[in-house]
């Protein structure tokens, strides 16, 4: 199960478990982007149960969650990919975008995490994977302040679960993206001329992240392969966090 699999990372995710061999319950808000997805997958043939759902909504999680109990009958791996962070000012930002930020990222999250939890603690097993960012170890500025409290919650969550389930057999871990890109980041981008060099210049491998560049790491943690894997918090961000702010790249550009 993945949300946010009409595109980007979720999209990604959802394509590599499927090669490697899963069925896989498909949510997002986006009808059309799900569908493509849906398709893909089953023309690698495995099945594929695309659901518009809102995962800031827990009456709709709920519901989407009996829908996949009634086609597939249970749920091995969960992915939260899906949420949007509503960027403002501090001091400016409203409550009610602070609010909607948080029940995007954080009350989804935990309602996902929630009711496939219960599900994996019946069956005895189960793999969960929290997309965080590294907005929840360092400070991104820029008017993230909502987004990245609320990501510092995400990666609680996850310790916090991990500690509670994985004896039971349920793990949970976070990868954490730096810049990947994506519609909403080219945009900014766009807006913003100078933003890609301000992010290349803290990313030692020189580029930029692809939604690609998950996929290992989706089948990793959702197989047998990573089962003493439990609690982890993993970077996905060519370097970043490891250089410090007043670090210089070697190399000016990739070898």
């Known amino acids: 199960m993945i949300s946010g699999a009409a595109q980007g990372l979720g999209r990604a995710m959802s394509l590599a478990v499927a090669e490697f ?16 997805t849906a398709e893909t997958i089953r023309s690698l043939g495995r099945r594929a149960l695309p659901i518009r ?41 409203s409550l009610a975008d602070v609010e ?52 510092g919650a995400v990666i609680q969550m996850t310790r916090e679960l991990s500690t509670e389930w994985s004896s039971a057999g349920v793990r949970v871990n976070s990868i954490l993206p730096a810049q990947v890109v994506n519609p909403s980041l080219e945009k900014r981008m766009a807006e913003d001329p100078n933003l890609k060099t301000k992010f290349l210049s803290g990313i030692p491998t020189g580029r930029m992240g ?15 392969a990573s089962s003493w894997i439990t609690g982890a918090i993993i970077p996905m961000d060519g370097g970043n966090t490891a250089m410090n702010a007043g670090g210089t790249r070697r190399y000016p550009n990739p070898v």
Request: hydrophobic share 40%; glycine share 10%.
């Open 53 to 93: 759902c809102n995962v800031s909504e827990p009456e709709q999680i709920r519901a989407m969650f009996s829908q996949a109990d009634r086609e597939f009958g249970r749920v091995d791996f969960l992915a939260n990919v899906a949420g949007e962070g509503i960027l403002g000012k501090p001091e400016e930002i």
């Open 21 to 36: 061999g899963a069925d896989v319950v498909l949510l997002d808000l986006n009808e059309e982007g799900l569908t493509k």
């Open 210 to 224: 692809q939604p690609s560049d998950i996929q290992g790491l989706a089948v990793f943690l959702a197989s047998d």
């Open 100 to 151: 909607q930020t948080w029940r995007n990222l954080v009350l989804g999250r935990f309602c996902m995490c929630q009711e496939a939890g219960r599900r994996m603690l019946a069956q005895g097993r189960g793999s969960i994977v929290n997309i965080g960012s590294i907005a929840s170890q360092s400070a991104l500025g820029r008017s993230h302040i909502a987004y990245s409290m609320a990501m």
